[in-house]
Each structure stands twice: as C-alpha cells, then as structure tokens.
C-alpha cells in the first residue's frame, strides 16, 4: 500500500473524488507551502542581517532561491505525469514565468514602502513591518501564485499531458 493510498483511506468516501481530480492542484498547493516557508526564511534571514536597507532585493533573493526548490517539487511530483516539452524548454519556460512571477510578489512590496512610503521615519517600525509582511509575503505570493498555477498548466507543465494521469493512476504507477 503506497503513502498516498493510506491517506486517501482516511479521507471521507464522499470527498474522495474530489481530492482525486484535484490531486495536482492540491499538490501544488502543498509544494507551494512549503516553498513558502523557505521563501519567508530566506526573506527574514536576509532582511534582518545582509540586506536590511533593502527589503525587495531580499525578497527578490528569497523568491529565486525557493523557485529553484519548486522547479524539482513541481517536476518530480506536483506534475510528474506531463512530458510534453522537451526538458529544456520546459526549464526555459519555468524560469520565464518565475522571472515574471518574481516581479509581480515584488510590487506590493514595493508600492507599500516607496509609492505609499510606509517605511520608517513616516511610520514606525512595527507598521513598517507588518507592511512589508502583508504587501510582500502575503499579497505579493498570493498575486504570484495565482499567476504561476495559470503559467504552469497553459505553457509550462501543459494541461493537454495531464489526461496521461488518469492511465497512470489506473495502472498503479
């Protein structure tokens, strides 16, 4: 019995179905999260110590370091059963849309702290802070993410290669 067999088990027969054809955006959902959590470490890290004076450039560090984790979490499991590009195309296109997805988590934070100017000395270090947080790791990632998943199933992991998961579901692969 494989992992995925023994949690599916435990999910309620009514919801099963659903889980099952949303299985690859419940996986990048779950890839998403945690390159999420790398990103807000690396963000803080960075922030906090080497790039205190410039809060886009650590989250722009932060982001690319993450994006090189989810290239092989999306690869090698969120969209595992696609392969209709050649690899390199495929990492092509993945650095693409990631570049453009990097400018679109960066512009709130950028809007918060230099259009609206909530940085110190206008506001205090706490509303700084929490501007930053929302406008950059919470606004900016939910505005990428929603481009990225749009960005993968259209061009980079084509949806045309995902009918290929049912016969791999089905053979037990």
């Known amino acids: ?3 995925a067999s023994a949690v599916l088990e435990r999910i309620p027969e009514q919801v099963r179905p659903i889980i099952i054809r949303q ?3 419940l996986k990048f959902g779950m890839t998403g999260g945690l390159c999420y959590a790398v990103t807000t470490a690396i ?6 110590t080497l790039l205190q004076s410039k809060p886009v450039t650590a989250l722009l560090v932060a982001t ?4 090189a984790l989810s290239y ?3 690869r090698r499991w969120a969209f595992r059963v696609t392969n209709g590009r050649r690899r390199s ?3 092509l296109l993945f650095v693409l849309i990631n570049a453009i997805s ?3 988590n960066a512009i709130p934070l950028y809007a918060a702290r230099y259009w609206f100017g909530l940085a110190e000395p206008h506001v205090s270090q706490r509303v700084q802070e929490f501007s930053d947080f929302f406008s950059g790791m919470i606004l900016g990632t939910l505005l990428a993410m929603l481009f990225r998943w749009w960005a993968y199933r259209s061009f980079v992991f084509s ?4 009918a290929g998961e049912q016969v791999e579901r089905r053979s037990g692969r």
């Open 159 to 162: 949806s045309r290669n995902l």
């Open 102 to 104: 990097m400018g679109i």
């Open 1 to 3: 019995m494989t992992i």
């Open 64 to 67: 690319a370091a993450a994006t």
């Open 89 to 91: 195309s495929e990492i």
């Open 72 to 74: 092989v979490l999306q």
């Open 23 to 25: 299985r690859v955006l």
């Open 43 to 48: 963000y803080y890290a960075l922030k906090f």
